[in-house]
């Protein structure tokens, strides 16, 4: 193997556990690993991204990488770090999800069927969906003893927690539905090792016990750390909840922000966890941010390669060129190629007013644009006073007060952007 995939991992800060062997194994020859996906969702969130990246990784070490999304697990719901019982999909939903995960793990994952280690998309329904439960608790349950079962930390927490509702019998039965994908894609796959966040070892370890009790052989447990911000606080979460791979439920122009905002602890973290940067670079890169750490050098480049991974070139460039407007030197015509969604998040909680594109056909007056007609200043000697002090700008261009605002001032056909000084905006919204 060209790549140690555990060594590669070690120094990436991104194995928290691995079973004896484990690195042995994988330097024996090409393996074949999966690591399972909740399908609950049509896209992928940023929480997703360490077990994608793990992936990746295994690919790029020469081994064989098996996407498994949870299908019929998604249908009961993971006891593992959870406080409460998830909701039960449909198969139609499920398949749904399943294709539009697919689209955006191709983006990290190649899966063109003409190598031997290219990567494989598979789904636990199909092979869970014809099972009966007689079958099931004769073929599977009876190797499993209750008393191993009840010793996992997962299923231990929940029982002991102060949650009134408990645990659901088939929460229960969760680490045995996984542990049967496991000997599955043993069987089937081939597959030798399953991968997966350090909350899941005890389901891992559940399918390596089935592998061996069931057909004799040899499976391999590998973890990595749940990820957290230096502060404490969950990581990928915001006040307006996950950060999303799909485009329409997190802009790429927020994706790309989300990266930039991270504090320099985090940033030197994530640099080796969410790209693929080399060892050597990214030391270069870590020692240039600790000498100037205002420039916020390292989550310009955290920011920018997994934008691009995530997204593309071209909506990195368009998300450096909002970031812009609202932080250096932009002109109208940059704030004209922002698309509706984009113009939104870059002033979302801006205060905005209505106006009727009727207001507009004559042209609007400045001080009826600042003051009467949408209450941005508090009165039409105000607005003549900022006017007078070069103070006010349309679409980020300076206007004196005989200015008007007609159509052709409108960004998206919908919006003007007014300002005064460096930060104080206004959205005009043209109905």
């Known amino acids: 193997m060209a790549i140690n995939f555990v060594e590669e991992l070690k120094w990436r800060g991104m194995l928290h556990d691995a079973m004896p062997g484990t690195e042995e194994h994988l330097l024996s020859g090409m393996q074949s690993a999966y690591m399972g996906i909740d399908p609950t969702a049509d896209s992928l969130h940023i929480g997703h991204l360490v077990g994608v990246m793990l992936l990746r990784h295994f690919q790029l070490a020469g081994h064989k990488p098996y996407a498994l999304v949870g299908g019929a697990t998604g249908m009961i719901g993971d006891p593992s ?17 399943q294709e539009a995960l697919k689209e955006q793990l191709s983006r990290f994952l190649d899966f063109t069927g003409d190598t031997a280690n290219a990567a494989v ?3 636990n329904y199909d092979w869970m969906k014809d099972f009966s439960f007689l079958d099931f608790i ?11 079962m009840m010793a996992k930390d997962s299923v231990k927490k929940r029982l002991s927690s102060e949650a009134k509702e408990g645990m659901s019998f088939t929460e229960f039965t969760y680490q045995l539905v996984q542990g049967y994908d496991f000997l599955h894609l043993y069987k089937h796959h081939n597959c030798t ?14 399918g390596t016990e089935l592998i061996r009790r069931i057909s004799g052989g040899k499976g391999y447990a590998l973890t990595c750390p749940l990820i957290t911000k230096a502060d404490g606080s969950k990581f990928g979460k915001t ?6 791979l799909d485009a329409e439920r997190t802009s790429p122009y927020k994706f790309y922000q989300f990266w930039l905002n991270t504090s320099d602890a985090d940033a030197e973290k994530y640099i080796k966890i969410f790209t693929f940067i080399s060892k050597k670079e990214i030391e270069g890169l ?7 750490p205002h420039t916020r050098g390292l989550q310009k480049r955290l920011a920018e390669e997994i934008t691009v991974m995530a997204h593309s070139q071209e909506d990195l460039a368009n998300a450096q060129k909002a970031t812009m ?3 250096g030197k932009s002109t109208s015509e940059d704030l004209k190629q922002l698309n509706e969604k984009t113009f939104l998040d870059v002033f979302d909680g801006v205060p905005q007013a209505e106006i009727g594109k009727a207001d507009l056909k004559n042209g609007l007056d400045m001080i009826a644009a600042l003051a009467a007609k949408t209450g941005f200043l508090g009165s039409n000697g105000e607005a003549r006073r900022e ?3 070069n103070s006010i700008s349309v679409n980020k261009e300076k206007v004196k007060e005989d200015y008007t605002i007609t159509e052709t001032d409108l960004i998206n056909d919908k919006f003007v952007l007014l300002q005064r000084g460096k930060k104080n905006y206004f959205v005009l919204v043209v109905k």
Request: charged content about 25%.
């Open 81 to 97: 770090g959870k406080s409460a019982e998830r909701n039960l999909l449909d198969e139609t939903t499920l398949r749904h999800n």
């Open 121 to 123: 998309l598979v789904n």
């Open 138 to 148: 004769r073929d599977v349950g009876k190797h499993i003893t209750v008393n191993y």
């Open 193 to 206: 090792l399953q991968m997966g966040g350090s909350d899941q070892w005890g389901n891992i370890t559940t």
């Open 239 to 244: 006040e307006g909840g996950n950060i999303w």
């Open 286 to 292: 870590v020692k240039a941010h600790r000498e100037a």
């Open 325 to 327: 407007i609202l932080f």
């Open 387 to 389: 006017l007078k002090q």
